[in-house]
């Protein structure tokens, strides 16, 4: 038994955002193969294609898809971190980052797609689960 109860809802939610990220990555990668486009010079020659001065839709959408995990992820990783070190109960943990994870998964699928507004209340979503993360955090380490 780990000190850390809610360690395993911790790395579970760790591994599927690992999953998130990397199946971005192989739809990016896909999509630019059958599109053919490559804005590098060197990406262009390696498959004998011409650099091109925009991406495919998809490729642009992936893109986007990062940059908004590159700005969210971490966020959200450091706060689970430090409230699982804090000793968070394992069942809220498991919620929490389980609800989390699955907004970010949904967040992903109506970004690719277009969906408005689903986009934004699945972000405002993932959003919620992060502040109530900080606010469990807060009190947990303020009334220690």
Not at 20 to 36: D, E
Request: charged share 15%; aromatic share 12%; net charge positive.
């Amino acid at each position: 038994m780990s000190a850390y109860p809610a360690w395993p809802a911790f790395v579970c939610a760790l591994l599927a955002l690992f999953a998130k990220t990397t199946a971005t990555s192989v739809l990016q990668v896909v999509s630019r193969l059958r599109a053919r486009t490559f804005l590098l010079p060197e990406d262009a020659a390696m498959l004998r294609a011409r650099p091109v001065l925009e991406e495919a839709a998809i490729v642009r959408r992936c893109a986007a898809v990062w940059r908004n995990d590159v700005e969210n992820l971490p966020l959200f990783l450091v706060l689970a971190l430090s409230w699982m070190l804090s000793g968070a109960e394992p069942v809220e943990a498991w919620l929490l980052f389980g609800l989390y994870v699955g907004l970010r998964w949904l967040h992903t699928g109506a970004y690719l797609a277009g969906l408005q507004p689903w986009r934004a209340i699945l972000y405002l979503g993932s959003l919620a689960v992060c502040w109530t993360i900080a606010v469990r955090l807060a009190w947990r380490v303020l009334a220690a």
